[in-house]
Every structure is written in C-alpha cells, then in structure tokens.
C-alpha cells in the first residue's frame, strides 16, 4: 500500500473534487461520516460523554461533521473549539453553522487554559485538532491542552494523525501530541505511524477508503509502501516440477568465532529453509563440529582455529551471506577486503561484516551492485552517521545507498528497506523478536533468496517480510517473551504457506 505525503494527500483531494464533480464540503461529509459509522457501529448508542476537540481548519471541520452525526443519533456530545488561529476554512465554517443549527448546545470556545474542560478516564475522546496541515511550533497553551487531554488517559480516537505530529519531522514537544488509542486515516496510511520516534503515538491505524481518484492513486508514486501480504505475494517465484537442486544455487555463509558459532547454525539453517539449493559454511576450525551436528544438511569449510583469516572457496557461490558472529580483527577485516575484491555473487552483509566497513570504508567500494546491507539502528549509525530524527535517518540512509548502489534494510520495529530513492516499509513481525539472533536468521533468509536468483530488492522485501511473519506466527502460539531465533528458523515453512492462506483483510496493523 502506497505512503503520500501531505502535499500528494491535498493534491488526490483537489483531483477528485474536480474528477467526481464533487466539492470539498461533501468530501469532508463523506469522509467523517465514515469515522462517524465506526464508532456508532462500536458505541451502539452508548451514553458515555464523548468529548469532539476540534480545530479550525478541515481536521476541525471532520470534526464538527462527526459531533453533528453523533447528536443526531441521541449520543452525549460536547464539542469544543480550540481557537489557535483566526484562519478558519471554508468548510469548517460551514460546517459550525450546520451544527449549530442542530445542536442544543453550541460549540464551547476554547482560548487559553482557563477554558479547559474536565476530561475523565471513563469518557472518550475525539481528536480534530490539527491534521496533516500542521507546519509550525503550537502555542504553549495549545500544547498544555493536548497534555491535558493525555492526562486523563481516556479512549482517544484521532481523526486522520494524532494532533501535534508532523508528517514531515519529529515533534517540537514529544509530550505534546495526542496519545490515540486508534488514530482512523483517511485512504492511504501516513509515514509518522511506522516510525520509531513517532510511531508509538497511535495503538492502532484504521485506513478508511474514502474514495479519492482511483487513477491519481494509482499512477502517483508514493514516498515509501507499505509491505503486507498483498504486495509480497507477487513477489513470490513459484517452482517447476523439473527443477532440481542446482536451479536454486548453491549459497555460502561466512562468520563465527570461538564463542559464536550458534549466529553461523541460525544463518546457515535459515538460508536452506529459505529454499537454497545447497549451503555451505564457512567457519574458523571450532565450529566445524558444531555445524556439521547441528545443520547435518550443509556443508562446512573451515579456516584457521579460532577466527578467520582467509577467506579461500573452492567453489562460485550463487549468493553470500557474511558477517555473523564474525568479529572484527585486523586479519578478519584484511580477510573480508580480499575476498570483496574478488567475489562477484550478490551479498547480504551483516553485523561485523558492517562494523569492519564502518571501521574500514575504502571496503564500500568493492560491493557488487545492490548488495544488501542489514543495520541494527547502532550499526548504521556507524555507516551514515548520527541522524537528527528519523526523516534525517532516512534521508541519510537514501544518500548513503545511492552513493554505494546497495540496498539497506534498517531493522527495526517496522524494518526499512531502501533503495535509493525507494522506501518500503515492512509491516509484519513483533516485540518478541527482539531477541539474540534474530538479525542472523534474517541474514541467512535473505542469503536464501538471492540464492534462488530472486533480484536484491524483492528478495530483501520478501525475506524481511517472511522473517516478521515467522515471528508472528510463533507470537500468536507462544506469546512474545517465549520467541527465541531458533523458532523463526522452524517456521519459515509456515510463513511461505501463509503467503497463499487467505487473502488479506483491509486492515492496517501499526
Ligand atoms: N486530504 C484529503 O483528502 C482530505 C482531508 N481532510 C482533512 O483535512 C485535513 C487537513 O486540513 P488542513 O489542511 O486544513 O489542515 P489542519 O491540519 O486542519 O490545520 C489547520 C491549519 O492550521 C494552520 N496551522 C498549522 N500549524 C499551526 C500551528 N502550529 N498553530 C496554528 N495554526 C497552525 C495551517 O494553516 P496556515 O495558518 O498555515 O494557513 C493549517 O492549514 C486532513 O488532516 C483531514 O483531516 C478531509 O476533510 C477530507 C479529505
Ligand atoms: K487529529
């Protein structure tokens, strides 16, 4: 699923006024008349205070369209103006006129903090403050107002992005935005919501289909999308009945040291479980026992005692994966340059492997084209520098991925792929994979697919997408804290057949 920026939102809104003959009144109607139905449908005409904050612009003027329908159909509404500018919209207006006319009582004027109202944990909440037009600091009273309303701890919904965040930067004030229980969003989901800095301001995304220009949404291209079962699906290459093992490449896994062996097992089993052909693993002396116990399928290569040194295959890989456990010695890191030098197989470089060229750049250089790098968020701070928020990591991250032709999957609650300029966001996994090891078993899944001859980019997309729905399925088995890496490893089988179980629901997971 495509991700607009604000700027691509507004534009799909004039678009489609102009396409359907409509006017932006009756678009904010039809689409705050959605919010409006899911919460009736939820509420079924539940006395509870509800409390509609809403702003001045068109996040305002949803509001006082939802405020309108709830007093109609008999629910127990205040709805409140916070009056932070002069400025009202067209729409709001008219829509503060209509409910008016209706309502019993009129909209209470909120401009300063002795007019907030009293909030308690038992009642809900309905933000319309401000929505993807916000593009400058709050006035501290607006902020203390947002803090008051956290305050209470109530059921918050916000309307299209909790109030205070930008779509664009982090907040001013990370106190001051909404807390939202569930934030519903109007047609496509916006990038603040699968971000580390800001994701954690909603709960839970709903996506509502409001209709806009089927062709301007289709032929636009977003800044980032959002990765679910839809959009993998296609991404997946069915086997021939005639293929045989050769069809699907013969993969080398490089890493281990004394004491680290179990990273180079996960790797290497997960690179087979992925569908590589043949593996094998190349490992210093004291795993080699290890290996040839624990992943009696693969074979072992193996260097000098107790870390490597040389890097010497007697055979051309279809694909490598390197760096797990590795250790970052002197002779490791002479080593890894030798063989960059001379390998030409596509690559997934991973842990030390990416601290050996954070600590020896020049190594950046010899990658072969869209080579695929796996940061954790500490590793890549090594690679591209520190970031000021996560737009700036981003933007770092695309640079740095230009500059070298290769793909970086940021690891992460929602692990980022990038491309140059292309964002995906995947939306599949969860906290219990947190775990040791888990970035290993990545490694060796996407090592799998390059195997297999899937290009960098689908395979960094599918194998990150197959990885968090591994952990998902053992999560929904064994809860979060019980998931442990070797778990992933086992359920790769039931992550593909996943794939093909049922289509996806249209519902949003953040
Ligand atoms: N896209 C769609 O298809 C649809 C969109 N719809 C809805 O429209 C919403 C966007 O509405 P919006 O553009 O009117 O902006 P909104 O967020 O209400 O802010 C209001 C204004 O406040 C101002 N302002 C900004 N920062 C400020 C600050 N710190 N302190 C004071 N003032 C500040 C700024 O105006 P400025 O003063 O800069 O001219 C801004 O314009 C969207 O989120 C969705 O809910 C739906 O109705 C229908 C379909
Ligand atoms: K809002």
Known sequence: MKIFSASQMRMADEVTIKSEKISSLELMERAASQIFNLLHHRLQGAQIPIHVFCGIGNNGGDGLVISRLLVEHGYNVKTYIVNFSENRSK????NYDRLKEIAKEWPFQIKSEEDFPTVQYQDMVI???????????????????????????????????????????????AEGVIFADVTVTFQLPKLVFFLPQTGGYTKEVEVIDIGLDRNFLHQTPGIAELINKNEVVPLYRSRHKYSHKGTFGHCVLIGGSYGKIGSMV????AALKMGAGLATAYVPECGYEVLQTTVPEAMVI????DELEEINLDFEPSAVGIGMGLGTDEKTIKAFEEFLKENKAPMVIDADAINC???????????PLQTIITPHPKELERLIGKWEDDFDKIRKAQEFSAKYRCVLVV??????????????INNSGNPGMATAGSGDVLTGMLTGLLSQGYDPIRAAVLGTYLHGSAGDLIAQKN?????????????IGQAYLELFRQPQQQEQKS
């Open 127 to 173: 933000d319309s403050i401000f929505g993807i037009g916000l593009n400058r600091p709050l006035v501290p009273w607006v902020t203390q107002l947002i803090k008051h309303i956290n305050n209470a701890r109530c059921f918050t919904l916000s309307v299209d992005i909790p109030s205070g965040l930008y779509d664009y930067k982090k907040p001013d004030d």
């Open 302 to 305: 193996t260097d000098s005692d």
């Open 357 to 367: 060229m954070a600590k020896k750049p020049e190594l950046l250089e010899h990658l």
């Open 91 to 94: 729409d709001f207006l008219v």
């Open 411 to 424: 690891k992460g609650a929602n692990s980022l792929i990038i491309y140059e300029d292309q964002i995906y």
């Open 266 to 269: 996960l790797a290497t089993k």
């Open 479 to 491: 809860g979060f804290e019980a998931l442990i890496a070797g778990d992933i490893v086992n359920n």
